[in-house]
């Protein structure tokens, strides 16, 4: 179960590490005033996108291992209920980013920079309080 657990961390940090990127292209292509650099953001978020959604299939997928080894005990612990509710938040907000790369890629972004200043935010969050939740275990 080792190898599970790390390879779980292994792929959580791959999709944070894309989940924490592909918000800031879209701060710069919302603030993109040049046609070329919207058109070489476009390509930038799509290829991200694709690149880190294996990633996080794989953190859910070896996740799921990891509980099933004690099922009925973890899903009693309110710290995992949370960390739970948490990554489907992440999940979420991972579904979002799709839609707003498809946005982009069709020039309908209806959002300013300082939209997605904040919305870069949002998975910090999540991070700091999942990582505390099974680190800590408060409750």
């Not at 694709?50 to 799921?64: E, H, N, Y």
Request: aromatic share 18%; charged share 15%; proline share 3%.
């Amino acid at each position: 179960m080792l190898w599970i657990k790390a390879f779980h961390i292994i792929a959580m940090v791959c999709w944070f590490a894309g989940i924490f990127y592909l918000p800031r292209l879209f701060v710069y292509h919302a603030m993109a005033e040049e046609q070329a650099t919207r058109d070489h953001l476009k390509t930038m978020e799509r290829k991200l996108y694709r690149f880190v959604t294996p990633f996080a299939a794989l953190t859910i997928i070896f996740g799921l291992i990891l509980l099933t080894q004690n099922w009925s005990f973890y899903l009693s612990q309110h710290w995992m209920q949370l960390k739970l509710l948490l990554v489907i938040a992440l999940i979420i907000y991972h579904g979002y980013c799709g839609v707003l790369v498809t946005r982009f890629e069709s020039d309908a972004n209806i959002r300013s920079h300082i939209f997605y200043r904040w919305f870069n935010e949002a998975p910090v969050v999540v991070l700091f309080g999942a990582i505390i939740l099974v680190v800590v275990r408060p409750f």
